[in-house]
């Protein structure tokens, strides 16, 4: 199943050691396209593992992670404007079951 | 349509006035969920318009603008960790077609 997580972890309390934590279990998990937003493709014992290390890590009060289930098919349209991806793909090629479109229709 | 859309937007470059820019336009648009994150329900035309408007405010050199077409069926599952909204929601109600799950099944 794909997934699509993104988050907003605040850096305020203890000076970004937690958004580090965070992003390293993510990038774990999937592929990092974005500063905050991680493309995941997981079996839902995974997911159940990632979610409960998550829950772990995070302060509920002043963090926020969003999971949104995208489907089961392996292809998957995502818009791109701009730079593809922001940060360095960790593992070109094993991820990309989102294939990138750039034009505007 | 359904659609999620991230951005990383550089703000070394003008200080983050661009960003306030696309925030804006994103906001004219769709539902504020994270500082990044926006939740758009929009027809073509629509989704047309603000490609349009991003591709003239970002930097493509430096700005990633990423937009996730979820579906059609108006009710769509997000799993949420923390705090369900990171910022005010602009406009509550008119755009909760996403429904909160927040057990960890």
Redesign the interface.
Known sequence: MLY?L???IDTESDKGRRLQKVAKICESYGQR?????FELNLDPTKM?EL??K??EM??????????????KYMK???????????VELSEPGEYEFFSVKTD??
């Open positions: 699509l993104t988050y907003d396209v974005q500063n905050s937003v159940t979610k409960i998550l829950d995070i302060d509920p009060d002043i963090d926020s992670v969003r999971i949104y289930k995208l489907g998957y349209d995502v818009y791109v404007l701009g730079k593809k991806e922001t505007l229709s």
